[in-house]
T-cell receptor
Framework: TQLLEQSPQFLSIQEGENLTVYCNSSSVFSSLQWYRQEPGEGPVLLVTVVTGGEVKKLKRLTFQFGDARKDSSLHITAAQPGDTGLYLCAGGFENNNDMRFGAGTRLTVKP | ETGVTQTPRHLVMGMTNKKSLKCEQHLGHNAMYWYKQSAKKPLELMFVYSLEERVENNSVPSRFSPECPNSSHLFLHLHTLQPEDSALYLC????????????FGPGTRLTVT
């Protein structure tokens, strides 16, 4: 069974700080997605990365895909209270068509 | 706004009740999914439909019965549930089952008493 491990599980920071969360697997991803889920809502797709070493930016969010396509990181610059939520990574694996979700990182940004 | 709607948003039911969850997608997608989200656990894939045909059933108990009458609508019929079935039930759609980019509805928060 291919698993995605996300770290940290919980993160609480002050407004204006920077942070990085991680998504790791022992298997190679064919593609990887990051989602944000706010309380009482479904996950919302933020980005898809498919190429090893790829970096994508979405305003203050920077997504990086590892060279070996086994890990990814999400960096947020100058976090704001509106960034509060559960950040989920999900990916498909090269050797089958299964898609798996990580358990998520719950981020709280305090004003 | 994701283009995927779910009703009801909240549901409380007894263990002997029968109820149904509804999902509708307005994105023209061909694949639809049911997920269960429990606290501190990864999303659990329950069922996958491609063009109204069920293509995956991840060992889900028979007290959960999906129905996909067309590629825009998906139902989850519930009967004789257990308290441990209380969770957020999420519907999602994607262009097809080969696409990993899924678009989620807001979910139905289910409580079984």
């Amino acid at each position: 069974t291919q698993l995605l491990e996300q770290s940290p599980q919980f993160l609480s920071i002050q407004e204006g700080e920077n942070l990085t969360v991680y998504c790791n697997s022992s298997s190679v991803f064919s593609s990887l997605q990051w989602y944000r889920q706010e309380p009482g809502e479904g996950p919302v797709l933020l980005v898809t990365v498919v190429t090893g070493g790829e970096v994508k930016k979405l305003k203050r969010l920077t997504f990086q895909f590892g060279d070996a396509r086994k890990d990814s990181s999400l960096h947020i610059t100058a976090a704001q209270p509106g960034d509060t939520g559960l950040y989920l990574c999900a990916g498909g694996f090269e050797n089958n068509n299964d898609m798996r979700f990580g358990a998520g990182t719950r981020l709280t940004v305090k004003p | 706004e994701t283009g995927v709607t779910q009703t009801p948003r909240h549901l409380v039911m007894g263990m002997t009740n029968k109820k149904s969850l509804k999902c509708e997608q307005h994105l023209g997608h061909n694949a639809m999914y049911w997920y269960k989200q429990s606290a501190k656990k990864p999303l659990e894939l329950m069922f996958v439909y491609s063009l109204e045909e069920r293509v995956e059933n991840n060992s889900v108990p028979s007290r959960f019965s999906p129905e996909c009458p067309n590629s825009s609508h998906l139902f989850l019929h519930l009967h004789t549930l257990q308290p441990e079935d209380s969770a957020l039930y999420l519907c999602a759609s994607s262009q097809d089952t080969g696409s990993y980019e899924q678009y989620f509805g807001p979910g139905t928060r289910l409580t079984v008493t």
